[in-house]
């Protein structure tokens, strides 16, 4: 079930004696991680670069339809912009929930795969009622070959304060982020008509209310404050990660291993 929505993946609940796991780690690993798992090792279709890994972590190249460990083997699994990609979401879901007691989930959302859409992506993603609803992308009505990622993930997020508070303030606008504990509720292709209705119809002003429901100026003004504070940390982690994660080239030289 759902517990929380976080600022983002920087914000997480793990403890320092816990053992994470990352699925799809790609090129912009978490620095909390243990051990990441990559399926693409060869081809950067599904990402934005190269794979690159930190010297303390543990490579295991699988499928995360499929991952390689036992039952709740992981105290925490994170899964970041990777749900959007899959052949088989019901699977790869189970899988996460199968390996790990809790853990992080984060995609685009509706309104974020419009905006900056990836053509490897093949579901929109919409968190409705604590659920993550997966509609598949060639169903959906509306133009998603214009792309306005560099106005909205390269730009506006690097020189404007107010659009960063926005980001995070606003819960889910750009990206589901979704912490869970023991299962992740979902729903694929959903054919009850209230669920569909949100990725098939225009919006009303009471849907736009279940997915953003309006919030009292006390609280508007705490989750600004709030969010202010992260940016602050974000700046601090930052400065006190003294060494970025190196090429997959460089992590196997050192590890003395070949794949």
């Not at 993946?9 to 004696?17: G, S, T, V, Y």
């Not at 995360?64 to 994170?78: A, R």
């Not at 993603?125 to 390269?154: A, H, R």
């Amino acid at each position: 079930m759902k517990t929380r929505t976080p600022f983002d993946k920087e914000d997480l609940r793990i403890k320092k004696n816990e053992r994470v796991l990352e699925v799809g780690s790609g090129h912009n690993p978490h620095y909390r991680s243990d051990v990441i798992v990559e399926k693409f090792i060869d081809s950067n279709d599904h990402r934005c670069g190269d794979v690159k890994i930190y010297p303390h972590q543990t490579f295991v190249h699988a499928d995360g339809n499929d991952l390689p460990f036992g039952d709740k083997e992981f105290d925490y699994v994170i899964c970041n912009q990777v749900l959007e990609h899959t052949e088989d979401p019901a699977r790869f879901i189970e899988e996460q929930c199968r390996v790990a007691k809790r853990g992080y989930m984060e995609t685009p959302s509706l309104i974020g795969e419009f905006l900056f859409p990836k053509a490897s992506h093949k579901w929109v993603i919409l968190e409705i009622d604590d659920k993550l609803v997966l509609f598949e992308k060639s169903k959906m009505p509306g133009n998603y070959g214009n792309n306005y990622g560099e106005l909205f993930l390269n730009y506006l997020p690097y020189q404007s304060l107010p659009y960063k508070l926005l980001w995070f303030t606003e819960g889910n606008i750009m990206l589901n982020r979704y912490e869970w504990k023991d299962r992740i509720d979902f729903i694929v292709n959903p054919c009850d008509e209230y669920y569909s209705s949100f990725f098939t119809q225009k919006w009303t002003r009471e849907m736009t209310g279940k997915l953003f429901p309006q919030r009292s100026a006390m609280t508007e003004m705490h989750k600004v404050f709030q969010a202010f504070l992260h940016l602050m940390k974000l700046k601090t982690k930052t400065k006190w990660r003294k060494h970025p994660p190196i090429p997959m080239d460089e992590y196997l030289k050192l590890e003395n291993k070949s794949f």
